[in-house]
């Protein structure tokens, strides 16, 4: 099984789970052993899943102004967690392929590896609303019809992106490519970098 099959099936399995009780304050119940990949995989997607929720509760225009604010505030935290994610499965390829010597005349990517990972499990989550809604009964046949075109795209953009994740993978693990992590470098959650807060303090 290649990285992104597994990867896609730990995604399905993520948002399956979620999707039992559909409530963005379920607690998550990672059936992965804490210090491997597959417990990584399973609570970034959780995490996608539970902000794409939060970002459709947001967007009620009959929201009180207060819960909106602390729900702004739980998408900057979710945010915040899914970066630090992202850069822990960055560390975890930069172990795997420690011992790899890039040839001489090896490429940098555009992207990091965990980068592009973090692409395919929000695309899981496209994929299985985009899917809901060709399934819709309430829905009328123009409105299935036009998701199930833009569903195909999804599926096609997935089997894209995983044979390019895995050909990148494998372009490192030959040498082929080499990895460079750049750790984000988010201002605004710094008080001592955003001027709103910094200039409180004064």
């Not at 491997?36 to 009180?64: A, F, G, M």
Request: hydrophobic content about 35%; aromatic content about 8%.
């Amino acid at each position: 099984m290649s990285f992104t099959e597994q990867a896609n099936k730990i995604f399905r399995q993520a948002i399956n789970d979620y999707h039992l009780t559909d409530n963005v304050d379920t607690t998550i119940r990672n059936p992965y052993d804490r210090d491997s990949i597959e417990y990584s995989l399973y609570l970034k997607c959780w995490i996608d899943t539970v902000q794409w929720h939060l970002e459709d509760i947001i967007r009620d225009p009959h929201i009180n102004p207060q819960d909106a604010l602390a729900m702004k505030r739980r998408i900057d935290r979710s945010n915040q967690d899914r970066t630090d994610l992202v850069e822990d499965i960055d560390s975890y390829f930069r172990q795997t392929y420690s011992n790899v010597t890039p040839l001489p005349d090896a490429r940098l990517n555009t992207e990091s590896p965990a980068w592009a990972v973090d692409r395919l499990s929000i695309l899981a989550l496209k994929i299985y609303h985009m899917r809901e809604q060709v399934e819709r009964q309430d829905a009328s046949d123009e409105h299935r019809a036009k998701c199930q075109a833009k569903l195909n795209v999804l599926l096609e953009q997935q089997v894209d992106l995983s044979t390019a994740i895995d050909q990148l993978l494998e372009d490192i693990e030959q040498g082929r490519k080499y990895m460079k992590v750049y750790r984000q470098m988010k201002m605004y959650n710094d008080p001592s970098t955003n001027p709103v807060l910094y200039n409180k303090k004064r």
